[in-house]
């Protein structure tokens, strides 16, 4: 990774919307963010969010060296409304870009709030279904176990996980589907019900290092919903 190196991050993936910018330079790393909750109005806070982000820190666009965004799941539209904002400032600056899952974004969060080594994240899907991932913290970074989904709660428990104990629960899933609280009742529901950009910066980072950034015509959502997975599970054979 270059000695200077200025990230954006974007997401609006759920009823929150969020921007956060890693100014870094050499060891020193700063870290300047928004955070609100903002449920349809999303179109008309990002940008000016952006704006006032970028002015904290003392950075304009072309500043920048990194776009990244919440790639989802979430909300359709929501998750629209972000790549679409990033796609946009990344190509006027011809800059590559990263997407995050909003599911690792709150795992990573209770990591580095509540230092918890496991977590189960479930976002309400609607249409009575979650997006439930598991993550396991290897190094610094929690790391997805298995799969990230779209399920129905009844469908989740029939897959009789094994809880792992002292776990952390986050996202609006369980709210949603308090029976899911029930099954995973080894775990701690932590205070983290949506994601924010500013715990996207590891994985943006980790994901540079790797060589995974992509120019902006090759950023992509993640829905989940148009995935095939999962379908064989007792009765949708």
Same mark, same amino acid.
């Given at each position: 990774?270059?000695?200077?190196?200025?990230?954006?991050?974007?997401?609006?993936?759920?009823?929150?919307?969020?921007?956060?910018?890693?100014?870094?330079?050499?060891?020193?790393? =700063?870290?300047?963010?928004?955070?609100?909750?903002?449920?349809?109005?999303?179109?008309?806070?990002?940008?000016?969010?952006?704006?006032?982000?970028?002015?904290?820190?003392?950075?304009? =666009?072309?500043?920048?060296?990194?776009?990244? +965004?919440?790639?989802?799941?979430?909300?359709?539209?929501?998750?629209?409304?972000?790549?679409?904002?990033?796609?946009?400032?990344?190509?006027?600056?011809?800059?590559?870009?990263?997407?995050?899952?909003?599911?690792?974004?709150?795992?990573?969060?209770?990591?580095?709030?509540?230092?918890?080594?496991? =977590? @189960?994240?479930?976002?309400?899907?609607?249409?009575?279904?979650?997006?439930?991932?598991?993550?396991?913290?290897?190094?610094?970074?929690?790391?997805?176990?298995?799969?990230?989904?779209?399920?129905?709660?009844?469908?989740?428990?029939?897959?009789?996980?094994?809880?792992?104990?002292?776990?952390?629960?986050?996202? #609006?899933?369980?709210?949603? +589907?308090?029976?899911?609280?029930? @099954?995973?009742?080894?775990?701690?529901?932590?205070?983290?019900?949506?994601? #924010?950009?500013?715990?996207?910066?590891?994985?943006?980072?980790?994901? =540079?290092?790797?060589?995974?950034?992509?120019?902006?015509?090759?950023?992509?959502?993640? +829905?989940?919903?148009?995935?095939?997975?999962?379908?064989?599970?007792?009765?949708?054979?």
């Amino acid at each position: 990774m270059s000695q200077k190196l200025n990230i954006l991050c974007v997401d609006t993936s759920t009823e929150a919307c969020s921007v956060a910018i890693l100014k870094q330079d050499g060891s020193e790393k =700063v870290i300047f963010d928004s955070f609100m909750f903002a449920p349809r109005e999303h179109t008309t806070k990002i940008l000016p969010t952006v704006e006032s982000v970028l002015a904290e820190a003392n950075l304009s =666009v072309n500043d920048l060296d990194i776009v990244a +965004y919440g790639r989802g799941p979430g909300s359709f539209t929501g998750v629209r409304i972000g790549i679409s904002i990033a796609q946009g400032l990344a190509f006027g600056i011809e800059k590559p870009m990263v997407g995050v899952s909003t599911l690792q974004a709150m795992a990573q969060q209770a990591y580095k709030t509540n230092d918890v080594s496991n =977590v @189960y994240a479930a976002i309400d899907a609607r249409m009575g279904e979650v997006y439930f991932g598991h993550y396991q913290l290897i190094g610094d970074l929690m790391t997805l176990v298995a799969e990230e989904v779209v399920i129905k709660p009844e469908d989740l428990l029939a897959l009789e996980l094994t809880v792992v104990e002292n776990s952390g629960l986050v996202g #609006s899933g369980w709210q949603a +589907y308090p029976v899911l609280l029930d @099954y995973f009742n080894m775990g701690k529901l932590l205070d983290i019900e949506f994601p #924010s950009s500013k715990y996207m910066l590891d994985q943006v980072c980790h994901d =540079v290092q790797k060589g995974l950034a992509v120019e902006p015509e090759l950023a992509v959502p993640v +829905y989940l919903r148009d995935k095939v997975t999962w379908k064989k599970l007792p009765g949708r054979e």
